[in-house]
């Protein structure tokens, strides 16, 4: 439905990557009152909505009950539009999307045919894609004529053209779309594009802005149109109300739709940058959308978080529930409070109230910000999100000005900022008493293979070196750290490393069934009294163990150990655990290898991610309990079980990271890279996050390295500057328009130097009852990684061919409900995608074609539950990067310049024989090299003189002293300076066996095993889309 009131709607004010929303939000897919379906079903019924106008979706807050979603796509057997429901329903019969398979051409073939698919790729053909609502020069407005309003002028389109907007030619045959009454044919189009051209006319390129079109083109004033809501418009041949359509005899053969006439996030990314990047956000206003994670930006705190903190899915909640479930937006947030904070930008201040500590609300225990209103003379303030109204304690009385506001308003970080921090008082300690600064331990196995190949040698020499660069308080010498030494192979071996003694001491303890520590005093000390002793340790452990024959190895134990530790050293702490193989020695925790490839693609497959044995839960549980978090880095050369070995470091908040088949002169600096970087991170201890949220809607799930004992303390051993945590909202009331939504997240933790502290993030958004404004606000990087973390967190117990249709169905129906009550009537043909959503399809494509929700035969087990566990707790940059992979044309480089080259869109047709491309996702780096590169490129970089004669072993670059190595080594430690893992280059030869690999990450191509392409995806999609809206 159009909206009224709007004259000419301006394109956004900002072009926000897709956002998407949640389903309607039932329990987790199923409401409450739809109880009698099947779990994860919806009840079929009539088509959408008995009395919806021309077959749409319903408009107004009528929830989709179960007359609602007649017999279409996936909801033809009663899938709603569920999220991961609980088990699969029995006896369900297929679903209408064929699991991705490597023999299937397209990998969602719905039961209508392939015809139906390339049909719609004919008709996806002439596809405009408009994604402000304003036409190229010399041509009407994409799409139907929108209605005028009544009573009001036409208002001129202004003929600029705008980014993304491109019109291409028509296609040889235009079919009529999807519902649309075939009409007789005429020779021209309503919107001035010619009839069908002869079979074998060439594609015109699209015109470039300021470009007249080519020939074929009958110019029409663009005034002659009215207004029409800004959108992303992709409208095919055929289909406008009232319009003459094209049936050129029987279908000819189809011309595949032209990459470049579909949305890009390359382009999306780079108008972004444009537009917003290198400026100061001041995060002043209520509900504004920040710049993308891509675009490089100063912010500035004047009142709401950082969006470096918290970022959301929408940044306009809709007003009520029905709403919510109409669009099936999530609404969620993602947060990350230890965010690094780039130099140029303030640090968190500290707030101190000495022993009355935070000033709090009595009722909801919000902590004191900017959302608190001050009355009454300022003896008085009302809760902003409970609305309760506190007495001001007489410590934190001031008077108010002429506006109402506290005259040291300007003074209070807590009253002026989103973002700060408290000292904690006694009350917030365990037993009420202040914590001890924590402890590190590493842990090493020095199993036979581990001594063999070198890596025992190699931690403990870099141990010497990363120990003098221990994190401490920024005002303090030396880090209050204290660290410990255990080796370990069947048994384990603690070390005396105190200050006076000569030589360290070993103690083994060979029951590690019951472990304990066998000495307290000793073992955890402080680094720089004990140097001498440890530095004479870490040179004597490869020796001590050089004879070992002992291959078997325990995990728990090792886990078990280092928590007794710290309790008994009464400090929370970090495990640093260093380990290679299956623990297969008797002791609890022991596995077995059940790696099997006979599970992939049926129902049982979910339990290779699953872990084997409940030790590991109970054991992460305790962990968390006494502040002790697990850290692990794996070496593994065959199957570990990383389901089972990654669950602790999971739930503590530590980090897995994983080096397959460790070679020391391949791998050895990436290993030490993550090291440093681990040791040196910005890390808070025992940390309980709380979130809390004004009336009306209230934090249902929580996704990431977390553990929660209750729906609502989010537990977590420690929290680093790269974790985040993602949060689903779901109403419990309504929200109202005035008030807007509010968001607090608090944090209570350890310092590296032992104090307790609160960090607390304040958010505002904007409320609306209008699905427009939700659309508007929506942001494309925040949905994925909401989208990525529920379907892995669903892998766990549900199907995997169940969670891909879930995501495609759910991306279909936010797009339908846009399309339906946001758009300017128009063909069912279009596909018209809001602007802040168009590349929404192109991620959404990248995450199901992931290898966690597919298979592909040369991926292991062990990978794929270690991107699984990654995902949960990445940030929206890391998220975004992952899924859709920076590809840089190196051959263009500018050796003057210090700015990266333009990306190009992940796909092989933007490759070059002449070019050289670095590829990188956040885990992986490729350097692809054309058969015909520049020779003198290859000597620049490589310092050889052809193409032949590059090693493509080498894992870093060597240093020539000239330009081109100079900057390309530049641009490699740029993109890898933001990232929390040290990522591997891998050279990659035109046409030689390993661009297999590299070629996975092309995302916008066809899989090799399965998985669509983005071109085929969008087809798919837009097929849902008319089938929800018939």
């Known amino acids: 439905m159009s909206q009224q009131g709007y004259v000419a709607t301006p394109p956004y004010s900002q072009s926000q990557p897709g956002i998407g929303l949640s389903p309607p939000h039932y329990g987790h897919y199923g409401d409450p009152s739809h109880a009698g379906s099947p779990p994860g079903m919806m009840k079929p019924a009539g088509p959408l909505g008995a009395a919806a106008p021309g077959g749409m979706l319903p408009q107004g807050p009528s929830p989709p009950g179960p007359h609602q979603f007649g017999q279409n796509g996936a909801h033809a057997q009663g899938h709603p ?315 934190y009385f001031q008077h108010l000005d002429h506006i109402g506001r506290r005259l040291d308003h300007y003074e209070k970080p807590e009253l002026s900022l989103g973002s700060y921090e408290y000292v904690a008082t006694l009350d917030y300690c365990r037993k009420n008493k202040p914590p001890n600064p924590p402890a590190f331990i590493f842990m090493i196995d020095v199993s036979y293979s581990n001594i063999k190949n070198g890596l025992v040698k190699l931690i403990c020499e870099e141990l010497k070196t990363v120990l003098e660069k221990l994190p401490k308080e920024e005002q303090e010498e030396t880090s209050a750290i204290r660290v410990g030494f255990i080796t370990y192979n069947k048994v384990l071996h603690f070390f005396n490393v105190k200050s006076n003694l000569a030589q360290p001491q070993m103690m083994v303890v060979t029951d590690v069934g019951e472990v304990f520590v066998p000495l307290l005093d000793g073992f955890l000390v402080n680094y720089q009294e004990s140097q001498s002793v440890i530095h004479n340790l870490l040179d004597q452990i490869p020796e001590m163990f050089a004879d070992s024959n002992e291959n078997e190895t325990v995990f728990a134990p090792v886990i078990q150990a280092g928590m007794e530790a710290l309790k008994a050293a009464d400090c929370p702490g970090k495990l640093f655990i260093f380990h290679s193989s299956l623990p297969t020695a008797e002791a609890p925790g022991k596995l077995k290898n059940r790696d099997d490839k006979k599970l992939i693609n049926t129902d049982k497959e979910k339990i290779l991610f699953q872990p084997q044995t409940n030790v590991y839960d109970s054991l992460a549980k305790d962990c968390v309990a006494h502040g002790c978090c697990v850290t692990l880095f794996l070496f593994p050369s065959q199957y570990v079980d990383v389901a089972s070995l990654g669950l602790v470091p999971q739930l503590t908040g530590g980090t897995l990271y994983k080096y397959n088949n460790f070679q020391m002169h391949m791998d050895s600096q990436q290993f030490l890279n993550d090291l440093r970087n681990d040791i040196e991170k910005k890390i808070g201890f025992d940390a309980i996050m709380r979130i809390r949220t004004s009336t009306g809607f209230r934090a249902t799930d929580f996704f990431g390295g977390i553990f929660m004992n209750n729906t609502t303390d989010v537990e977590m051993a420690a929290i680093d500057c790269d974790k985040a945590v993602t949060v689903e909202f779901k109403h419990d009331d309504k929200l109202a328009e005035d008030s807007g939504a509010l968001i607090q997240c608090a944090v209570l933790y350890t310092t590296i130097g032992g104090q307790r502290r609160l960090r607390i993030h304040n958010l505002s958004l904007n409320c609306s009852s209008q699905l427009a404004d939700l659309y ?246 837009h097929k849902e889309i008319c089938q929800l809206l018939n």
Not at 969 to 977: A, D
Request: net charge positive; aromatic share 8%.
């Open 81 to 395: 539009p569920q999220r991961f429901p609980g088990p699969p329903p029995v006896n369900s019969a297929t679903p209408s999307y064929a699991p991705y398979s490597p023999s299937t051409q397209s990998s969602y073939p719905s039961p209508a045919s392939t015809a139906s698919v390339t049909q719609l790729a004919s008709q996806l053909n002439a596809m405009h894609i408009n994604s402000s609502g304003m036409a190229p020069p010399g041509q009407g407005l994409p799409g139907p004529p929108a209605p005028l309003f009544q009573g009001l002028p036409r208002p001129p389109q202004p003929s600029i053209m705008q980014p993304g907007s491109q019109v291409l030619p028509p296609p040889p045959t235009a079919l009529n779309g999807p519902g649309s009454s075939p009409l007789p044919p005429s020779t021209h189009r309503q919107d001035g594009l010619p009839g069908p051209a002869p079979l074998n006319a060439q594609y015109q390129p699209p015109p470039l802005p300021g470009q007249t079109l080519g020939t074929g083109y009958s110019p029409q004033q663009a005034a002659s149109y009215g207004p029409q809501m800004a959108g992303g418009q992709l409208s095919y041949p055929g289909g406008f109300p009232g319009g003459p359509a094209q049936m050129a005899g029987p279908p000819q053969l189809q011309k595949k739709l032209d990459p470049d006439s579909i949305p890009s996030p390359i382009q999306v990314i780079e108008n972004d940058r444009a537009t917003r990047g290198g400026q100061v956000y001041a995060t002043n206003s209520r509900g504004q959308v920040p710049p993308l994670v891509t675009t490089d930006c100063v912010i500035q705190d004047q009142g709401n978080a950082s969006p470096r903190y918290i970022r959301c899915t929408t940044y306009c909640f809709p007003c009520t529930s029905d709403m919510a479930k109409q669009a099936q937006i999530p609404l969620a947030a993602v947060i990350k409070p230890f965010a690094t904070i780039p130099s140029n930008e303030t640090p968190l201040y500290l707030v101190n109230h000495g022993e009355n500590g935070p000033v709090r609300c009595n009722r909801c225990k919000a902590y004191m910000c900017p959302f608190m209103q001050f009355i009454e003379g300022g003896r008085r303030y009302q809760c902003g999100f409970c609305n309760c109204v506190n007495d001001v304690p007489p410590f």
């Open 776 to 1021: 508007k606000s929506c942001e494309t990087d925040a949905l994925i990684n909401f989208f990525a973390k529920s379907a892995f967190k669903a892998v766990l117990h549900q199907p995997l061919k169940v969670i891909r249709e879930i995501l495609v169905n759910q991306t279909a129906h936010m797009l339908a409900c846009y399309r339906k009550n946001c758009a300017s009537p128009s063909a069912a043909s279009q596909l018209i995608l809001p602007d802040s959503m168009k590349i929404l399809p192109v991620y959404m494509n990248c995450l199901l074609k992931n290898c966690v929700l597919l298979s592909r035969p040369e991926i292991s087990t062990d990978e794929r539950a270690y991107q699984r566990q990654l995902v949960m707790t990445m940030g929206v940059a890391d998220s975004q990067l992952f899924f859709y992979p920076q590809l840089l044309p190196i051959h263009t480089l500018d050796v003057k310049s210090t700015a990266l080259p333009t990306a190009i869109r992940c796909s092989e047709s933007r490759l070059s024989e002449e070019g050289i491309f670095l590829l990188a996702n956040g885990l992986n780096m490729f350097l692809w090299l054309g058969v015909s590169s520049p020779p003198e490129l290859i000597q620049g970089i490589f310092n050889v003189p052809s193409f032949a004669h590059i090693n493509t072993d080498m894992t870093t670059l060597p240093e020539v002293g000239n330009p081109y190595s100079q900057t390309l080594r530049m641009i490699m430690s740029i993109i890898q300076q933001k990232r929390p893992y040290s990522m591997k280059l891998t050279i990659v030869k035109q046409r030689e066996q390993p661009e297999m690999v590299f070629r996975q990450f092309l995302v916008e191509d066809k899989g090799l095993y399965g998985g669509s392409s983005y071109v085929d995806f969008l087809c798919c999609v």
